[in-house]
């Protein structure tokens, strides 16, 4: 017996709650403590990106007697120029990184990282301790507690990969896959051995990102290439936590940010920092632990994001599911 399409159920229409993360990316940030997205950034935006990366470095080495041939590192980098700036809230990323972390976040650090070739390197065992660059996970000094034997959930990081590491031995971040599961402790055990097959050398190209915990344990790989290698990071935290690079942006930044890119670089919507509870004197609360409203407006932009995709899944499930809207089993259509 066939069944009319006026009495067929149609599929359900289940939309993701995520803004933009896939299943898969989310199962393998859990479980590797990573994933890449790759042609994150347009090839015209590498470009510009390494233009000023360029500009930068050449002026901040002159300034600072830096060798041309030695690494170097500039952080706080979103205040030194627009193009780095702009890259706070790109929204392809940062709907990962809220997918990840939730609305109550801001930027703990962002640095340039540039690594010419190091010409007559001796290539010794990856990232052992005293090497160029040993295994370690990011901590502040003194480190983060360990519960349980790891480092809590604290922060994600966002690395931009502008020029090619697609060789081996190119100056590549190394990652140790679900280390995030383990003490940073066990680093420093020298009876401790990494998996070589948990070893993941992140060779990419140019335009790549990786969105990663900073608790995985990291290395580099020497640059043997005749390149020199050069990536932006953007480390993302709470905003009940504190930044890295800075305590306060500079007041002239702050002033031409929207409300979100304030959020992100740390400031409360009124600067004022303490609110005090039923406006009784003797329960003050910083706005970063007890936000007031419009503190985290990233909230709303997330909401906003949230809707998008549902719209986008919405037309999508139309489009395979062809009953009218009034038959039986069709959902009503999402609204703002
Ligand atoms: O890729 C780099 O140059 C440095 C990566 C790193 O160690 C970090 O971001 O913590």
Redesign the pocket.
């Known amino acids: 017996m066939s069944i009319s399409a006026a009495q067929a159920q149609p599929e359900p229409f289940e939309p993701d709650s995520h803004l933009a993360i896939t299943e898969a990316q989310r199962r393998q940030f859990d479980e590797d403590g990573f994933f890449l997205i790759e042609n994150a950034l347009k090839p015209k935006r590498v470009e510009r990106l390494l233009e000023v990366v360029d500009k930068l470095s050449d002026r901040f080495r002159k300034a600072h007697g830096t060798p041309a041939d030695a ?1 170097y ?1 500039i952080r706080n980098a979103l205040a030194h120029h627009k193009e780095l700036f702009r890259l706070i809230d790109y929204r392809k990323i940062l709907r990962l990184v809220v997918d990840v972390m939730g609305v109550n976040i801001q930027i703990r650090t962002s ?1 340039v ?1 540039v ?1 010419p070739p190091m010409k007559d390197h001796a290539v010794g065992e990856l990232g052992a301790s005293g090497s160029f ?1 040993p295994w ?1 996970s ?1 901590a502040p000094n003194y480190g983060y507690p360990i519960t349980n034997g790891a480092i809590p959930f604290l922060e994600v ?1 966002v ?1 931009y990969y502008l020029t090619d590491l697609t060789e081996l031995n190119s ?1 590549a ?1 190394c990652v140790v896959r679900g280390s995030h599961r383990l003490s940073p402790e066990l680093i420093h055990d020298p009876d401790y051995r990494i998996e070589p097959e948990d070893i993941v050398e992140v060779n990419v190209k140019p335009g790549t990102a990786m969105v990663w915990r ?1 608790a995985l344990w ?3 790989t020497p640059n043997l290439s005749d390149r020199t ?1 050069k ?1 932006l ?1 953007y ?1 993302y935290n709470y905003r009940w936590a504190r930044p890295g690079d800075y305590d306060r942006q500079d007041a002239r930044l702050l002033a031409r940010c929207t409300l979100v890119q304030r959020q992100l670089l740390g400031s409360n919507t009124t600067e004022d920092g303490v609110v005090y509870q039923d406006g009784d004197p003797a329960h003050p609360a910083s706005r970063f632990w007890r936000p007031e409203p419009g503190d985290v407006p990233l909230e709303a932009w997330a909401e906003k994001q949230r809707h998008k995709r549902m719209q986008k899944e919405w037309r999508r499930w139309k489009k395979t599911n062809t009953l009218p809207p009034y038959a039986v089993g069709a959902p009503a259509e999402p609204t703002p």
Do not use: A, E, S, V
């Open positions: 690494p590192q640095h990282d690594r660059f370690h990011d990081k690395g100056g971040i900073t990291h290395c580099l290698r990536c990071y480390g």
